[in-house]
């Protein structure tokens, strides 16, 4: 191979390769529009999807602000103060456009001004410097090659950080939070999911990542970096035994989220097969760090469950004392009691949380079951 000692001609390769590579670093117009969409529902300038135009709830108006604004003003005849300063979930999201689309700090907080030809310039110029420093000599094929690799190794990352900072910011515009958060999104957290999200390669995994970005920017804390990187690691076959499991799981309480097997008989024996969960299944679940390697818990049924709605595998259910059982459970110790001593099989703190960005869906048989099992304590299980 020919050493380098064109400059000029270098010079070329090098800016060739640094205008793709600041045209790649010019943030993706989806994902923006997406980011720059979600702000406005935090910043009360849009309603949610099919609400109407304006409700009587001044933080829910839409684009239409500015002239309710002056109808308002014109009605007291004096200036309605300032907006307020961005909220921490507006923060959150200029943050995590800011550190996953490798946008300049000032950038992240106006997603509108991203991606100007003026700072695809400027990336262009300082990629190139950096490379002409590391290949001081090589040849124009070593440099060709180097700037290729280089580039498509960013685009093809910067392209799955798009992805999944788009999901984000579109699972917040569905729901968004009706509490804003106190707290920013942890810089090492951050930094940690950015690096799982570069290996990703299935657009299911963009999607389960891109929730879990939503879930932190709403409320930072939700996910733990264990949790980010079991999910991560969580291959096709596990992955399908945790939806099976979430769609037969209870939630009472953030601590309190079980399959419970009242009706079922023992899980040693294989008693939740039916239901996609033989004995060698819960085996991986344990391996996976997503339920207790106890199979069998037997914890009391918090008395929440009767009267209130209650989560079973994404439908609200509650529990009602038995027509037949009302005097002789009439009183809260008494109901306590009947509820002691449930068996089932509980998630770990990483399971609870992945739990919350599965998809689930009703399983019929587990819930016949489950009622059985409930009425032979004097309940009954019924949809809320």
Known sequence: MAERNDTAANHTVLSSGAGHYGAAAGASTDALGACGQAKLIYTGRLTRPNARWYDGNMSKQT??????????????????PPFPGPSFGVKNLDKVCAALL????????????????????????????????????????????????????????????????EIAAQEITQSPPSTDTNALIDDDWLAFFKGKVDQLGSDEAKLLFGKVLAGEIKQPGSFSKRSIGILAEMGPVVGRLFDALCNISTVISKQHVRVVTLGMGDVGENSLEDFGLPFEALNHLIDA???????????????????????????????????????ELQTDEKRTAALAAVPGVTLSATGRELRTIAAKKTVHAYVEKLAQGFAERGFDLRMA
Do not use: C, W
Not at 63 to 80: D, N, S, Y
Not at 141 to 149: L, P
Not at 308 to 318: E, I, K, N
């Open 63 to 80: 684009h239409e602000i500015p002239t309710l604004r002056k109808v308002i003003e014109g009605a007291l005849g004096a200036q309605l």
């Open 102 to 165: 490798d946008l300049p700090a000032h950038v992240g907080k106006n997603a509108a001004t991203a991606g100007t030809p003026e700072q695809g310039e400027k990336l262009s110029s300082i990629f190139a410097d950096a490379v002409g420093r590391q290949l001081t000599g090589a040849s124009i094929e070593k440099i060709s090659a180097v700037v290729d690799g280089l580039v498509a190794d960013y685009i093809e990352k910067r392209n799955r950080r798009t992805r999944v900072v």
């Open 289 to 327: 760090g997503l339920i207790f390697s106890e199979y069998d818990t037997f914890v009391g049924m918090p008395l929440a469950a009767v009267g209130q709605p209650f989560d079973l595998g994404g439908t609200y259910y509650r529990l009602d004392v038995t027509k037949t059982k009302e005097n």
